[in-house]
């Protein structure tokens, strides 16, 4: 079954509108913030009361035999690597696509999940919920997220979809998708950025915006070489014409000396 989940993730994780699993990117779309979930201490909560920040989203379910886990361990990884602080620097939000899941798993997943961790971080800024058929399908159908109901033995529901995170805006905005299960500090804080959506940011990550940008088809962050041998090229001219019209004072000064 991981096999097969890992499979689908690789090759449906593009955008077609034909696809019935997989994930259908929506970029400067907007969702639903008004949506309803619940959280991990059986609290009723709106999305706009979690996008306070941009916000990092993975759609998962608790129960997942496979590729759920392997992406929140991913998830847990880079949030521990990166040099920014979850609750102050964007929001962490894990909903189950899984309408029969209820609260109890979602505080066990955060409680398991939280205490592997060796960074501490504040607890509250990842928010686990869960919420009802009609708002999960008014969620997942915004960002693009296409999932199927598969049934592998009696009694026993399974589902086969694609894995990623997806960041939304303090807007509700969706700003950017890093698919796969495994993640870059650099990616997330990237996409962290982003998806702040104008704010004022530090000098260096203007710097940073200006000198990488986003690969779609490598899922990543890389150099933008062009913009930066641009930058490079009308630094030599600058400074050249500087040089030359300071030399030609020089000697007009000398001559006239």
């Known amino acids: 079954m991981f096999f097969l989940l890992l499979f689908l993730n690789l090759v449906f994780a593009s955008p077609k509108d034909s696809i019935t699993v997989g994930i259908d990117e929506h970029l400067g779309e907007f969702i639903d913030t008004e949506l309803k979930v619940v959280n991990s201490t059986g609290d009723t909560l709106q999305l706009k009361d979690i996008l306070t920040k941009p916000t990092v989203l993975s ?13 929140l361990s991913g998830l847990r990884d880079v949030v521990e690597r990166a040099d920014m602080e979850p ?9 189950s696509f899984n309408h029969k899941e209820d609260y109890h798993l979602a505080r066990n997943k955060k409680q398991n999940y939280i205490a592997g961790m060796n960074r501490k971080i504040n607890k509250d800024a990842w928010y686990w919920v869960v919420s009802d058929s009609v708002s999960i399908r008014k969620l997942t159908d915004a960002i693009g997220f296409k999932f199927k109901e598969d049934i592998i033995e009696e009694g026993k529901l399974d589902f086969l979809h694609a894995g990623a995170l997806v960041f939304i805006s303090p807007k509700g905005k969706i700003t950017r998708y890093l698919f796969g299960t495994e993640f870059l500090p650099f990616n997330l804080k990237m996409a962290a950025i982003e998806s702040a959506e104008g704010k004022a940011q ?12 986003y690969d779609p088809e490598g899922r990543g962050y890389v150099l933008n070489v062009t913009r930066i041998f641009g930058v490079i090229i ?24």
């Open 59 to 71: 759609l998962v379910y608790y129960n997942c035999p496979g590729i759920c886990n392997i992406l």
């Open 87 to 95: 609750g102050v620097d964007y929001n962490i939000l894990s909903l």
């Open 202 to 213: 530090p000098t260096i990550n203007k710097v940073l915006e200006m000198c990488f940008k």
């Open 234 to 257: 009308t630094l030599g001219v600058i400074i050249l014409i500087l040089v030359l019209t300071l030399s030609k004072k020089k000697k007009t000064t000398e001559v006239e000396a």
